[in-house]
């Protein structure tokens, strides 16, 4: 296995179009606190342009250099854990404008990972205090009220809203557990976080959630190929086998990697 498969793994990183070298993980002191940092690349060859959106035809966007951010995630081990990402710059061509690679790891213009917010929404949701939940996930306490507050007000009151493409998700919840979700895989929207993946809990999530209508109009999931939802899919999305898509590929850009 390649060392961009073990450090996904570790990380829970299910992104391919980010990249690990040997020797990515370094350690030091950060803000008087020792913290890991570990560096990766983000490059593919995108579709589109994202400002102009035109096609990417016969070279029309050519690479333009990087941008590093350094992004919060979940604690790997007792220290803090940061992402230092070399995001690929683009050049269009069409429009003469730049723009940069993007990554559902983290939302543009942020510099902390989805999964760091789907982990403060998790423990939030255990009626834990904003500053522990701050201790626990390396982030302040006014960014894990913020994301609280995103989360509540996105959530539907009356009833739940199930998206036509959905993507499955899980990320380390607790010492050897896992928690699972699922997001609008066109918005980004976290539509639901189980503390849980058990096969028993997520089905019967579902079916008392939503109802079958609802589960019938969902139109394609996206889960990680190693992830053993199959069934559960089959199961729940009566369209049939054919229903859910494993990543790679990526529904917006193409992989370069392996
Ligand atoms: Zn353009």
Redesign the pocket.
């Known amino acids: 296995m390649s060392i961009n498969h073990d450090i996904r793994n570790l990380l829970d990183i299910q992104d391919s179009n980010i990249h690990f070298a040997t020797n990515c993980v370094n350690q030091k002191l950060y803000k008087g606190r020792m913290s890991k940092f570990i560096s990766a690349k983000l490059t593919y060859i995108p579709r589109n342009?994202t400002?102009?959106?035109?096609a990417n035809k016969d070279f029309s966007i050519i690479k333009n250099g990087t941008q590093e951010s350094r992004i919060s995630l979940p604690m790997v081990g007792v220290h803090r854990t940061f992402l230092l990402l070399k995001k690929q710059r683009f050049f269009?061509k069409?429009?003469s404008?730049t723009f940069v690679a993007e990554s559902k790891v983290v939302d543009r213009f942020c510099c902390i990972s989805n999964q760091s917010k789907s982990l403060v929404t998790l423990k939030a949701s255990e009626a834990q205090s904003i500053t522990l939940i701050a201790q626990d996930t390396c982030v302040s306490t006014t960014s894990v009220q913020r994301f609280i507050n995103q989360y509540s007000q996105s959530m539907p009151k009356k009833h739940y809203d199930l998206a036509k493409h959905l993507s499955f998700d899980e990320f380390k919840y607790l010492k050897g557990r896992m928690a699972f979700e699922y997001i609008n895989a066109k918005t980004g929207a976290i539509l639901g976080i189980l503390p849980t993946r058990l096969s028993r809990d997520i089905r019967d999530h579902f079916m008392t959630r939503y109802s079958y209508a609802q589960r019938c109009a969902v139109e394609t999931i996206t889960i990680d190929m190693n992830a053993g939802y199959e069934k559960i899919i089959r199961d729940l999305f009566p369209k049939g086998e054919d229903h859910y898509r494993q990543i790679p590929p990526s529904p917006t850009h193409q992989s370069l990697d392996e």
């Not at 400002?51 to 035109?54: A, R």
Request: hydrophobic letters at 20%; a neutral charge; aromatic letters at 0%.
């Open positions: 342009c400002v102009c959106g035109m269009c069409s429009c404008s």
